[in-house]
């Protein structure tokens, strides 16, 4: 698998761990462009071996499928490659009973359709804010400076934490159609490995 | 009573002419070889030498080789070397300042200034009537002196809590072919420090570490401080083996990126003040320094420790949650080495705003000139 950042690559790691397939290599986890950059060699592999590659779409203009051919006009077959849309955060939103119980707030605080949501990373960052629990607090929210960054100094290892011991998949892909869709897509491509190298 | 060092002023400290910076709670400081990362980190040392048991004032000037080491070599009509410390205690702000120089016939260091301020009190304000009358009281600090210090105890004992930590293996490994010096930093001395600790807050923290490392070291099954016949201390672990029951390593065979782990996650838990890394990603493999602020945030955020970490690593930079207040960008010139937090330097703000990471930045703009020399370097 490749990706952006830490996070992602929990998230993707709990994908694989659900259709039950183990995530072997790990490519990226420096930043976007890295990725984008690495996205051809990838499809290059992806002949033979299968690649799960998430890519956030960010504050980009253009659709998912729009984005798919315009960084990737002939993916080959192996290559899961999934846009998220906005980012990855909206999928960790979208299972709103955990993510109500990690943080300690009312699920109703919690946005109804993320996959909607402009900024689901600054979103996950004005939860935590409600959370009743300092240490979340603390480490989840930038100190309050213009110049600071848009997450907390522990902001991260939260989030895995989260996405590690109570983010409830099944849960989240009721609201968050695009990880619906993702783990179709991660079934099929686990099956026709079963059927192609039994 | 919490200590924060808040603002660093300094002058003609070796590579800083001047130098007058905020300070957060954590600090990364990048910059090219001999930039003066460590004789930054020094700063904090020498206050805690002038406090320390054995120490003070002399001794402290002694042990960087006298002040004509100490004195910055750009250093030209001021020749004063002076530290202005400015701190945050629950409610209270703090100063504390010292300049020295050397004696014009005896080279011997002398005092020309010391200085604490709490609020608005000036609690010591030196040279006073008895230095006059007895020019000797300036080869020492109040602050070292406990008769004398009273007013501004919790001071010292804060300086006395700040620690530094370069854990060099190989002491660690063979401490006997190396003099054990007390809290020495590079580590000879880590494994007594560790067998002082008492036994039930010591299996507490092994067991803290272990979980932590069984992540990245899977096949690490148990830590344990054992004493040979002779009573020295030894680092075990315990690895996975086709073995049954596993099979007992002693610290030689622990790798060096697990030694070094083991004590960042050792002291990261310990309770006290700032606490100085040098280079904590040394023989660590990427993936986990890229976690390693992370790592830090959350034990720090517990320990409530300061932490300043010198780095080279792009890894570690890279994580989203850290500052541009937070790192410290040094650049050596003529005139001394300067000191800027990145959220002060024009362009790189307005690369961040650009998009890009404090990583795609910071290394650049902190490395050498002309690495390409290096490479053209001929033997003969």
């Not at chain 1, 992602?8 to 994908?15: F, G, I, S, W």
């Not at chain 1, 892909?173 to 783990?183: C, M, Q």
């Not at chain 2, 002040?67 to 410390?85: F, G, Y």
């Not at chain 2, 932590?212 to 030894?234: C, F, S, Y």
Request: aromatic letters at 6%; proline letters at 8%; hydrophobic letters at 40%.
């Amino acid at each position: 698998m490749a990706v952006e950042g830490i996070v992602d690559e929990a998230v993707a790691k709990r994908l694989l761990a659900t259709v039950g397939v183990s995530p072997g290599l790990i490519i990226g986890k420096r930043g976007k462009d890295y990725l984008l950059k690495k996205l051809h060699g990838l499809n290059s592999s992806a002949r033979s071996f299968p690649w799960l590659v998430l890519v956030d779409q960010d504050r980009d203009p253009d659709c998912p499928p729009a984005l798919i051919a315009k960084w990737c006009p002939n993916p080959n077959p192996w290559l899961c490659l999934r846009v998220v849309v906005r980012a990855v955060e909206a999928w960790l939103i979208a299972d709103a009973d955990g993510l109500a119980d990690y943080l300690g707030i009312s699920t109703a605080r919690i946005p109804f359709q993320p996959e909607l949501l402009s900024h689901p990373k600054t979103d996950i960052v004005h939860l935590a804010r409600l959370s009743p629990k300092k240490e979340i607090r603390t480490d989840m929210i930038p100190a309050p400076h213009p110049d600071s960054p848009k997450v907390g100094p522990a902001y991260s290892s939260r989030v895995i934490e989260f996405v590690l011991n109570y983010w409830d998949i099944d849960n989240a892909s009721k609201r968050a159609p695009g990880l619906a869709r993702t783990l179709r897509k991660l079934r099929v491509l686990k099956n026709k490995l079963a059927h192609d190298h039994p | 009573m919490k200590f924060r060092i808040r603002r660093l002023r300094l002058k003609n400290w070796k590579n800083f002419t001047e130098v007058d910076i905020p300070i957060e709670d954590r600090v990364f400081l990048v910059g090219p070889n001999a930039s003066g990362k460590s004789n930054f980190l020094d700063v904090l040392r020498f206050l805690r030498d002038l406090v320390s048991p054995g120490g003070g004032f002399e001794h402290a000037v002694n042990l960087r080789g006298g002040i004509s080491v100490i004195r910055s070599l750009a250093a030209r009509r001021d020749p004063a070397v002076e530290i202005d410390i400015s701190l945050a205690a629950d409610r209270d702000e703090w100063q504390y300042l010292i300049a020295f120089s050397s004696e014009k016939n005896r080279k011997a260091p002398v005092i020309e200034k010391e200085y604490v301020r709490r609020n608005q009190e000036i609690l010591l304000d030196r040279p006073d009537e008895h230095d006059k009358n007895d020019p000797l009281r300036l080869t020492q600090t109040a602050l070292e002196q406990i008769n004398v210090n009273r007013p501004f105890r919790e001071l010292a004992d804060f300086f006395g809590s700040i620690r530094y930590l370069h854990l060099v293996p190989q002491l660690i490994r063979e401490p006997n072919r190396f003099a054990l010096a007390y809290d020495d930093p590079y580590g000879s001395d880590f494994l007594y420090q560790i067998a002082k600790t008492p036994e039930r807050t010591r299996a507490r923290r092994f067991a803290l570490i272990l979980s932590a490392l069984r992540a990245v070291i899977p096949q690490l099954k148990e830590i344990e401080l054992r004493r040979d016949e002779r009573g020295n201390p030894h680092l075990d672990g315990k690895f996975e083996h086709w073995r049954p029951n596993g099979a007992w390593q002693n610290e030689t065979c622990l790798s060096d990126g697990t030694i070094r782990l083991i004590g960042l996650l050792w002291i990261a838990m310990e309770k006290g003040g700032p606490l100085l890394l040098e280079e904590p990603e040394a023989s660590l493999h990427p993936a986990i320094v890229r976690v390693l602020p992370q790592t830090f945030a959350r034990i720090l955020r517990q320990s409530g420790r300061q932490v300043f970490v010198s780095t080279h690593s792009p890894d570690l930079l890279q994580d989203e949650g850290i500052s541009p207040r937070e790192v410290l960008l040094l650049n050596p010139s003529k005139e001394g080495t300067r000191v800027t937090p990145t959220n002060q330097d024009n362009l790189i703000r307005a690369v961040l705003e650009g998009g890009l990471s404090l990583a795609d930045i910071v290394i650049s703009a902190s490395g050498p000139d002309h690495p390409e020399q290096l490479h053209l370097f001929q033997s003969s």
